[in-house]
């Protein structure tokens, strides 16, 4: 048994153990229906030409594919390892151009928030607001990106347990909002490599919201610049995407450049873009046979 914070009741989790409970509409995108969907772009906004053309085959792809689509990058990068690496264009010049994906291509958009004040000039453009791992317990970020009444895409911290998701849960479900999802990017036990468990995916399943799968975060590797090569394992990608999905997941998380060797951000994990399709159809072909499967 576990108690849904939502309704209030103790609910058997062998009922409805690997399906979201809760739909999140992102735009046009329904998140938690049997259909998967993606979030999916560059990992930093670089400058309007890159984000166009990435957004532009994004859209093809998934048109082709029958996906709903969330486009995802970054206006501020605020972790990464060196005050020297690039951080993006910042809140303003970034929502511009996240702005004109939205409107040249008819797509939902979505960044990362970083503080509670860039909440309420965020959720004037994003349609979905996210919340980086490192912040996941900051009670006023969360707070904050809640009472926008923006659906909200919350990032498991690598430092706790999936079980714990249900306290940054409530923390938005007492500020109001209960457009709620959350996403799985592995663990950290001090020595760079992320491990991904697969008994997440089931306890995050249990607190009742959409699960999506961080296939390209999971793959970095910490304490080594993400322009080497060796900063992320890209052949365990599609081992760990299959794996998640007959997991039960609801969605996809997937960062995306051109040129994945000339990105200014996490160079060594991103997927080409060009590439984007053919991954993604076998996991399509696996989470239909999931949940197609679940009553």
Do not use: W
């Not at 153990?17 to 998967?36: A, R």
């Not at 560059?42 to 030409?49: N, R, S």
């Not at 498991?156 to 457009?179: D, L, S, W």
């Amino acid at each position: 048994m576990y108690f849904n914070l939502e309704t209030r009741q103790e609910i058997s989790v062998y009922t409805k153990s690997s399906m979201s409970e809760k739909k999140v509409k992102v735009g046009d995108t329904i998140c938690g229906e049997k259909g998967i969907f993606v979030i999916a772009g560059p990992c930093v906004i670089e400058d309007e030409k890159i984000a166009f053309k990435t957004a532009e085959i994004l859209k093809r792809a998934c048109f082709n594919l029958g996906v709903g689509l969330i486009y995802k990058s970054s206006f501020s990068k605020d972790n990464r390892s060196s005050s020297e690496n690039y951080r993006g264009p910042g809140l303003e010049n970034g929502l511009q151009i996240l702005k004109k994906v939205r409107e040249e291509f008819d797509v939902p958009v979505t960044s990362d928030i970083h503080s509670a004040e860039q909440a309420l000039p965020a959720s004037e453009v994003l349609d979905l607001l996210q919340i980086p791992a490192y912040l996941c317990m900051q009670t006023s970020i969360v707070e904050a990106v809640a009472r926008t009444s923006k659906p909200m895409n919350i990032k498991h911290g690598q430092f706790i347990a999936p079980e714990n998701m249900k306290f940054p849960v409530e923390k938005a479900q007492n500020a109001g909002n209960y457009e709620i999802m959350l996403t799985e990017r592995g663990y950290t036990f001090g020595y760079n490599d992320l491990i991904v468990d697969p008994r997440s995916f089931f306890e995050l399943n249990k607190i009742g919201y959409p699960v999506i799968f961080d296939v390209t975060h999971s793959v970095r590797r910490y304490g080594i610049p993400s322009a080497n090569p060796l900063g992320g394992k890209r052949q365990y990608m599609q081992t760990l995407a299959r794996a998640a999905t007959a997991s039960g997941i609801d969605g996809l998380f997937v960062e995306v450049h051109p040129s994945p060797e000339k990105a200014l951000c996490d160079s060594s994990s991103q997927l080409n873009v060009f590439e984007f399709e053919e991954f993604i159809k076998p996991l399509i072909e696996i989470h239909n046979l999931i949940k197609g499967g679940l009553k």
